[in-house]
């Protein structure tokens, strides 16, 4: 089975990845966590709950980390990894392993994050969580808008699929709020 988390960031993405790691492995279900290099060898919600992750920059190294016996995969910041990659990946192994991912599906420029939205089209369950929109106050947000900082070094382009999202650069908006970036 494949579940996709969903929405903007700061719209408790991880917490809910969090739990359905916690509720498999209170079932008594072998779980691995995965996420991509960002993290520290583990993940971690906004609130504070964490659990350890084994970071990879690749699907194929999800592949070869794999445990014979493992009955939930949790991949976190799903929308950094090869969108192609992930999708075979998902599709090879999904009606033998319950693989839950949590990610971004749209970036700052109203597009489509990965393979995020083709997953959310495979899916057999797929949640969107909301943000509180951080102009309005509104529990509305969908995307992420990027600030327009001088100093932001992060490179930010329709290029460039790997943008990080942190607190320092972007922001979740509701789509009245949202301005898409110049």
């Not at 919600?45 to 493992?70: K, M």
């Not at 994050?113 to 509104?138: D, I, S, W, Y």
Request: glycine share 4%; hydrophobic share 40%; proline share 4%.
């Amino acid at each position: 089975m494949l579940e996709v988390i969903t929405g903007a960031m700061e719209a408790g993405k991880t917490w809910l990845l969090y739990k359905r790691i916690s509720d498999a492995k209170l079932m008594g279900k072998k779980v691995q966590v995965f996420a991509f290099p960002v993290h520290n060898e583990q993940i971690v919600s906004r609130i504070g709950f964490s659990c350890e992750a084994i970071t990879v920059p690749s699907v194929a190294e999800i592949e070869s980390a794999l445990e014979h016996d493992v009955e939930t995969i949790a991949i976190d910041d799903a929308q950094l990894f090869d969108e192609e990659d992930l999708a075979n990946f998902c599709n090879k192994h999904r009606t033998n392993i319950n693989i839950i991912i949590a990610g971004v599906h749209l970036n700052c420029f109203n597009e489509s994050f990965g393979g995020m939205v083709e997953l959310m089209g495979r899916a057999e369950n797929v949640t969107v969580l909301l943000a509180v929109c951080e102009k309005c106050k509104q529990q509305t947000a969908l995307i992420s808008q990027r600030y327009r900082d001088p100093d932001h070094r992060i490179p930010i382009t329709k290029d460039d699929p790997r943008i990080e999202l942190r607190k320092e650069f972007y922001a979740p908006v509701c789509w009245k709020c949202y301005q898409p970036p110049v």
